[in-house]
């Protein structure tokens, strides 16, 4: 499990490295599950117990929405004060994240002779 947990960490910090030294606008957490996708791809299966480490990570994940929450209610006015756009970005995102899914799915169903 250790070892697990130190190939997930590892590849997040080549993701946040490669990302500050390139000065990508890619989060480097992001670039890391990519390269850990990669990785997988490569070897072709998931090697053992790294989904019994992953999913441990994912339930403790509320906690990390701690701090995010105690964020908010810090700069509660900031925010009031940005409402609008706020509000027009979460629902455009929203949206466009409905439509990407569906024609994605859609896509996807084609390629395996669904539709």
């Given at each position: 499990?250790i070892?697990h947990?130190i190939?997930i960490?590892?590849?997040?910090?080549a993701?946040e490295?490669?990302?500050g030294?390139l000065a990508?606008?890619?989060?480097?957490p992001i670039?890391g599950?990519?390269l850990l996708?990669?990785?997988?791809m490569?070897?072709?299966?998931?090697p053992?117990?790294?989904?019994q480490t992953?999913g441990g990570l994912?339930?403790?994940?509320?906690?990390l929405?701690?701090p995010a929450?105690?964020?908010?209610?810090?700069?509660?006015?900031?925010?009031?004060?940005?409402?609008?756009?706020?509000g027009?970005?979460?629902?455009?995102?929203?949206l466009a994240?409905?439509?990407v899914?569906?024609?994605m799915?859609?896509w996807?169903?084609?390629a395996q002779?669904?539709g």
């Open positions: 499990m070892g947990l190939l960490l590892t590849c997040q910090l993701g490295l490669i990302t030294a990508l606008p890619v989060p480097g670039l599950m990519l996708f990669v990785l997988l490569l070897r072709g299966a998931m053992d117990g790294l989904d992953a994912l339930r403790s994940m509320s906690l929405f701690v929450g105690t964020g908010v209610m810090l700069h509660f006015k900031l925010l009031g004060d940005a409402l609008l756009p706020l027009a970005a979460l629902i455009v995102s929203t994240t409905i439509v899914t569906g024609l799915t859609r996807l169903g084609r002779g669904d």
